[in-house]
């Protein structure tokens, strides 16, 4: 299952809402996580099944979506939000992830 | 608590061997699924395989298949990632990542390794 995501980069300012999408190849119901990456760590897991924020996640990040089209929304973006933003689907073997969302702050 | 803590950065020689490791803690290493994931430089996660340590179960994608090995070992809680002839484009980070058990099938991931640096050059 081909993931893909846009933008490609997403430049916004500190408060500003954060819309990021993923389109699946197939449906893939809502096994469908979400990551986040900042320059030089290991990604952190933020949403999984389409809309459960993992612990410790703050509020400001929400899922929507199932079946083929998914949405990550940051409500208020924080400067510590940049970063790159993935989605990874776990219904179907391979597991396969999205090709990255760079937001830019 | 749980951690997956990876093996350190390894420098190597094209045609050389390498075994890295990721070990588990703060659960039941054999219930619960481990994935190893390829960020070329710049790039974006390429999954590689995934392995149930319980049964042994493990599955490659596609691009991955004949290239490396995978593997764990139970009784000291880590999961291997193994080559038997390094390429220079091998040259990436590896992190391991868990994933809880559906019913035959890895389900949601959740903790991530913090990952180890391969370097592959003459």
């Known amino acids: 299952i081909v993931l893909t995501q846009s933008p490609g980069t997403l430049s916004l300012s500190p408060g500003e809402r954060a819309t990021l999408s993923c389109s699946a190849s197939?449906?893939?119901?809502?096994?469908l996580a979400w990551h986040q990456q900042k320059p030089g760590q290991a990604p952190r897991l933020l949403i999984y099944?389409?809309?459960s924020r993992a612990t410790g996640i703050p509020d400001r990040f929400s899922g929507s979506g199932s079946g083929t089209d998914f949405i990550l929304t940051i409500s208020r973006l924080e400067p510590e939000d940049f970063g790159v933003y993935y989605c990874?689907?776990?219904?179907?073997?391979?597991?396969?992830f999205g090709g990255g969302t760079k937001v830019e702050i | 608590e749980v951690q997956l803590v990876q093996s350190g950065a390894e420098v190597k020689k094209p045609g050389e061997s390498l075994k890295i490791s990721c070990m588990g803690s703060g659960y039941d290493f054999t219930t619960y699924w481990i994935a190893w994931v390829r960020q070329v430089p710049g790039k974006g996660l390429d999954l590689m395989g995934i392995i149930y340590p319980g049964d042994s179960d493990t599955r490659y994608s596609p691009s991955f298949r004949g290239q490396v090995t995978i593997s764990a070992a139970n009784s000291i809680s880590t999961a291997y990632l193994q080559w038997a002839s390094l390429k220079a484009s091998d040259s990436a980070m590896y992190y391991c990542?868990?994933?809880?058990?559906?019913?035959?099938?890895?389900?949601?991931?959740?903790?991530w390794g913090q990952g180890t640096l391969v370097t592959v050059s003459s």
């Open positions: 099944g389409a809309s």
């Open positions: 990874q689907q776990y219904s179907t073997s391979p597991l396969t």
């Open positions: 197939h449906s893939v119901g809502t096994y």
């Open positions: 990542a868990r994933h809880h058990s559906g019913t035959w099938n890895p389900d949601r991931p959740d903790y």
